[in-house]
Structures are given as C-alpha cells and as structure tokens.
C-alpha cells in the first residue's frame, strides 16, 4: 500500500484558511461527514483517521515536499503520533511506511468496532488509547472491565433482592450508575477508569436481573409478557440513545475546537470520551428519582410476612378487591407449600430442571450471535467494503431497527405467545445467518453489491429482536418459585453475562481463524440446540399466573 500526495484541500474546507497538503490511502472511500463528494472521501495513511480529524494533519508521509514541524508528530520518524512505533522517544525509527500502514490496519477493527452493552455510552476507545498510552492488553482491559462488573453484579442481586427487598435493590443500583459515570468523566488515571468502569458494570448486572423480576411480579397475568418486554425496550432506546449522544457530542467537539479553556472544553472538546461517559449520569439520576414512586414487589411482602401493605399494592394492580384477595391467597399457598431452605429448593428435580433449562437459553442465545453483531457490525461493515470513517451511521441504523422491532415483539408477545415468537424469530436469523455466510463466500466473487450485506444484518437484528431478546427475559423472570426467583434469576443471569463476555472475547478470534462465513455459519448452527430446548423443554406461559408456572415445574 503506497501513500500518495492526492491533491491540495482548500483549508477553509476543513479547519480555516489556507492550503495543506493531504496523503491519502489510495482506494479508500469513507463515508466521512465532512466530505461530501465521494471522490475526496479519504483516510490518513498514518493513523487510520479521517484527515479532518488526523492529529498530524495527514502530512509529509510519502511525498518529497518539505515538511514543517508539527507538535502532533514525532520528529524522529515523521508519523503520526497515534502509531509512532517509539512513543516519541529518543530512538532511531526504522518502520517504512508500509509498515506504519499495517501497524494501524490492525488496530481498526478494534477502534471502531467495540461498544459496551448496557445502559453505558457506547464509547469507541481511540479517544483514550493516545491519552493513557494503552497497549492491546490494555485496550481489551477496557473493554471487559465493565462485563466483569456486570458478572459480579448478576451473582449478588438475587441475594441481595431476596433480602432486602427489589425496589431497594434497584436504587443500589442507581446509585451504582451515578458514582460510575460522575467516576469516569472526572478521573485522572486509567485505573481510575477501570475502577469507575466497574462499579457501572455491577450497577449493569444488578439492573438486568432486578428490573425484569420486578415487573414479572407486579404485572397482571394476560399483560406481563409485554410487560416484561417494556425492559428490553428500554434496553434498545438505551442503545440507540447512547449512539446518538456519542454522534452529536463527537460532532460538538469537533466544531468547537477552539473554546477557551476550562472544565467543559476538558468533559465535552478536548477529552470528548469523558461527556460520553458522564453523560450516563442524566438518566441514572432520573432512574433514582423513578424508583421511589414505585410499590414494593407485592409477592416479596407476602413472602417477609407483610400481608397488609402486599394487600394495599394488589388492590392498586388488580380492578376488584375480590381478585386481589385471591391473588394474596394463592401466593400465599404456594409459598406455605415451599417447606425446604433456598438452596434445597434449587436441588428439588422440578425447580433444578428450570434452572438448567434457564442457563442453557441465557448462554445458548449468546452463541447465535446478536452481541457479536452490535459489538463487531461496524468493523465487519468496514472490512466488507460498506463502512468507513463514520461508522456511527451503521450503529445508529443497526439500534433504529433494533428499537422499533422490540416495539412490534412488545405489542404481539401476549398474543402470539412465547414460544411462537421463538419459533419465527430463529428460524428467520438461521436464514439471515446464512445469507451472511454466503455473501462472505461468494459475493465477491459474484459482484454482490455490499448493500445487501448490510440488508442481511439488519433482517438478523430484526428477527432476533422480535424473538429471543424480547423473550429471553420474559421467560427467566416467569419460571422460578417466588422464594428463589431473585437466587435462581442471578444463576441465570450469570450465565447470560459469561457468555456474553466470551463472545465478545472469541469473535476477533473466530473472524480471523473460521473466517467471518464461518464464524456466521456457526451461529446459525447454535440456533438449533436454542429452537430444540423451547420446543421440547419450555412451556407456553402466556396468560397464566406465576403461581400456575410455579406449580407446572414443582410437579416436573
């Protein structure tokens, strides 16, 4: 790959006035925001960079013109300061520009394919890489700090809910939140970081064993499945919401580069990543205030012994106080039935039956694909030919389709039923997944336009989004008895957050060793055990009572 002096860029067209000389990758042709004609849409041979935001101003590599002194360079050997492969140290650099060029292919993926799940800003880590001066262990340190986080969550908001009571659980969590964006947007190192990345994963763990357990609990029969949904709802506009702060607060510091100096020109300009962050803090503060003017879980106060007040929530929930008396009954019955301690019950074969049953399909619908998609869709989009400089754009498209097809699962679930949706659903990613694996194999070969890579993703969105994401969480807070629902929700759970932090961590591995049609086709395959287990395991719960669940595994 040859670096070339392409032309001349009118200043005024990037940053002020004058001329700059521009060295463009040959062939590149990024979607980039700030060039508008197709033909001048280029990336920094250097640092993989748009050259409207390339810290050395894409200058000198490959041309014979002289070069004027740069502070975003290294003077040694004249790179950008993003991939000098000596940090800018007193030593003798001996990387030819190729070698530069590869350094930083490499690095791509990463840097602009990475997101991190959960009610966090999706931040694409090159705004800190040069800050900390992270290495590759470093970088993937990053990244999967905040899924330890949610792991050690998940094992404890179970007891802690069965202890202390769901909506005290969840303001612990919202506490969680705060601390950790207010953390990250003000810290001064990378442990910092790390630490405050952490306390937001646990806040992320708690939250998505919690939330769906509560609602379960507090929801009518005929409407908790859409109720249940209302949660991955959220989940999606969190997602979306994230990526389009990302979009706009990248596009303001961009724009106003030159502010004086000060504590919003550190958050919002210069250091952008830490307003990503901290922008967390808005909707965890709402999420606090929220939580106060919610009910306890009626069915943990019957289950503390606290008739009275479970009976005042019931009869807000339900329309007459004759249901609400039979509703107090009957969880009062199964619960009197329940004789053995927590841990017994789990071992019961009925109840041990669920929870195996529960696992499975939390680990199993991590292995079909949907996180590898979000986490890795725009790096794929890239290396297909589709994506480039501004792969926000695909994110933000990827989380559009996402949200408003959690909106369809969330208005048919009580209708069409669970394991319908199920059935539909995975059926249509297997053939989404396929389609993928064969535009890998054969579409350039065949001359298949990108485009329909890109189709072929969001129909796999669509169908998961409509099936197992809109379902999973609905049938973990449904299956277990109500003295060991948060304790076996958080066996669940955790096996949920293990898988989704390994596929984060195999899928460079399986893109690169199986090849991406062969990381697809294996997707694919992963949803027939998924399909089998609902079919021949898992009831339909649709319009009945937690109580009738409860009892359907006791008799198993």
Known sequence: MKAVVNRIIPFSSVDGPGNRTAIFLQGCNINCKYCHNPETRKMCVQCGTCVKNCPAGALSMGTDQKVKFDPAKCVQCDTCIHVCPNDSSPRTCEMTPEEVYERVKKQIPFIRGISVSGGECMLQPEFLTELFRLDALQQGWYVGCALIGSIIGVLFAGILSDKFGRKSTMILSAILFSTSAIG???????????????????????????SPLYISEVAVAQYRGRLVSLYQLAVTIGFLGAYLVNYQLLDYSSSHSGVAAGWWNLVFVTEVWRGMLGMETLPAILFFIIIFFIPESPRWLILKGREKKATDILERIYVSPEESLFQ????????????????????????????????????L???????????????????????????????????????LTTVLAL??????????????GVSGMVVSLILIAFYFICGEFWGISSIFLLIFFLFYVFCCAVSICAVVFVLLSEMYPTRVRGLAMSIAGFSLWIGTYLIGQLTPWMLQNLTPAGTFILFAVMCVPYMLIVWKLVPETTGKSLEEIERYWMKS
């Open 411 to 424: 208005a048919i679930i009580d209708k069409v039923g669970r394991k319908k949706l199920v059935y539909y």
């Open 365 to 403: 619908g991590q292995f079909m694909g949907v996180n590898a998609v979000l986490y890795y869709g725009p790096s794929i989009f890239e290396n297909a030919g589709l994506s480039g400089g501004d792969s926000l754009f695909y994110q933000v498209l990827v989380g559009l389709v996402n949200m």
């Open 184 to 210: 990250c947007a003000l810290c001064v190192d990378f442990n910092q970081l790390v630490v405050y990345r952490i306390i937001g994963g646990v806040g992320i763990g708690v939250v998505s064993i919690i």
């Open 328 to 363: 107090l009954a009957e969880t009062k019955s199964v619960i009197s039935s329940e004789s053995k301690s927590e841990w017994r019950l789990l071992l019961q074969p009925g109840i041990r039956k669920a929870i195996i049953i529960g696992v499975c399909i939390a680990m």
